[in-house]
Each structure stands twice: as structure tokens, then as C-alpha cells.
């Protein structure tokens, strides 16, 4: 299906058209900026589900269960280990790589104390699919405003980029690879880690091609 096999981010009419691009257009930079904040929301859904937490959070835990640093400590350092592999992989930063980290906190913050916390295991689970097809979506309209990605979705890009496999595949094999380093570490797995785990590739995949083909209908 074309929707889960999409190879590269598209290019819209409101893309920047590049990267370093500090004066953008207001309506690339709004996108932007709305696409990080579904993200944050889809990211605020799966600590309220309570079933698992993301396989790059279980790889920190881990880190900090060996090391006696912090849970936010460790994320940091993870995600600077992260930007390091974006030197061979020749991927450019942005605004959108600092706005990556403040605007999804930002969501997080202010939309996890009114998001339900259901008892029921099958709501938690729903909950959490719905998360992962936010976070998704959020990815799909961020990356395609082209202003920079985040460390980790750099890391994405760039591995496609020189792979030339499908965003869905390389985004797959990448969250098996953190949660089994997590898991080794001494992080907690959880059913919504493996959800998120097979599950974001494809998600990202969808939100890419949605937000591509309705941006090109609407042209």
C-alpha cells in the first residue's frame, strides 16, 4: 500500500526549501508548530494510557538504572548522542530542531493533567493507539514544513535517506533497536512500548502521505 510505503518527506507548497531557513513563511512556521503540538498530545496520551512508555524512554530509564543519572539527565545525553550520527548522515538542523524539544514539552505539560486515565485495560490500549496515530500525524505535517527535524526523527531521515527503504521500515527497525538496548539496560517494557514500537513507523508513514496528498488536493 502506497500509504506505508512513502521513501522520502514530501515537498508541499508551503515546504520551506530549506532547512536553515530562519525567516520562514508564516504559514510553514504555524504548521510547523501545530504538527509539534499534535505530537506532544499523542506523546501525552501514552503516559496517560499507563501501559507501556516509548521505546526511547525505556532506553533512558535504562541508562539511568546504570549510571544513577536522572531520567531527564539521560534523555538529554541520548538525544546529543543522537545528533552526533547526524554528522556521517549529513542531515542539517534547524528552527524546527529547537522548537522540536520545546513546543512538544510545552504540549506535554499543559495537556497531560486533562487527558482521561482509563481503568480499563482495553481503553488504556485504544488510548494508546490513538496516541501513536497523533504522534504520527504531528511527525507528517512537522517534517513536511522542512525547518528542521528533531534528533531523533533526524536520525530517521537520514537513514532513509542513504538506505532508500521506506520511512515506515527504517523508523520500525530503528524502535526495535532502542527498546531491546532499553531492555538489556534494565528499562520497562510494557505492551504500549511494543505498540508504539511496530506501530510509529507505519503511523509516520500515514501522516506523511495524508498530509501530502490532501496538501496537493488543496493546491
Known amino acids: 500500500m502506497k500509504i506505508f510505503s512513502v ?7 508551503w515546504s520551506s526549501d530549506h532547512a536553515l531557513n530562519f525567516r520562514p513563511r508564516l504559514i510553514t512556521l504555524s504548521i510547523l508548530c ?14 496517560a494510557a ?8 525505556v532506553l533512558s530509564q535504562g541508562i539511568s538504572q546504570i549510571s544513577g543519572w536522572s531520567i531527564g539527565v539521560t534523555t538529554f545525553l541520548t538525544s546529543l548522542a543522537v545528533l552526533i550520527f547526524w554528522v556521517p548522515l549529513r542531515q542539517r538542523p534547524g528552527i524546527g530542531t529547537i522548537l522540536n524539544a520545546v513546543i512538544i514539552s510545552v504540549a506535554i505539560e499543559l ?8 481503568d480499563s485495560y482495553l481503553l488504556q490500549v485504544a488510548e494508546t493507539g490513538f496516541g501513536i496515530f497523533l504522534v504520527g500525524f504531528g511527525s507528517g505535517l512537522y517534517l513536511i514544513a522542512n525547518l528542521g527535524p528533531g534528533p531523533r526523527d533526524g536520525l530517521m531521515t537520514g537513514l532513509q535517506r542513504v538506505s532508500n527503504l521506506p520511512v515506515a521500515r527504517v523508523r520500525t527497525a530503528i524502535e526495535i533497536t532502542v527498546v531491546i538496548l532499553g531492555a538489556l539496560l534494565g528499562g520497562t517494557i510494557g505492551l504500549g512500548t511494543v505498540l508504539f514500537a511496530f506501530g510509529i513507523g507505519p503511523a509516520v508513514s500515514m501522516g506523511l502521505y495524508l498530509v501530502n496528498y490532501f496538501s496537493t488536493r488543496s493546491t
Not at 34 to 47: A, D, K, P, R, W
Request: glycine share 14%; no cysteine; net charge neutral.
Open 7 to 13: 521513501k522520502s518527506i514530501p515537498t508541499v507548497s
Open 50 to 57: 499507563g501501559v507501556g512508555n516509548s521505546p526511547w524512554t
Open 111 to 118: 495537556s497531560l493533567p486533562y487527558l482521561p486515565q482509563p
Open 34 to 47: 501545530v504538527g509539534l503540538t499534535v505530537f506532544g498530545i499523542g506523546e501525552s496520551l501514552l503516559i
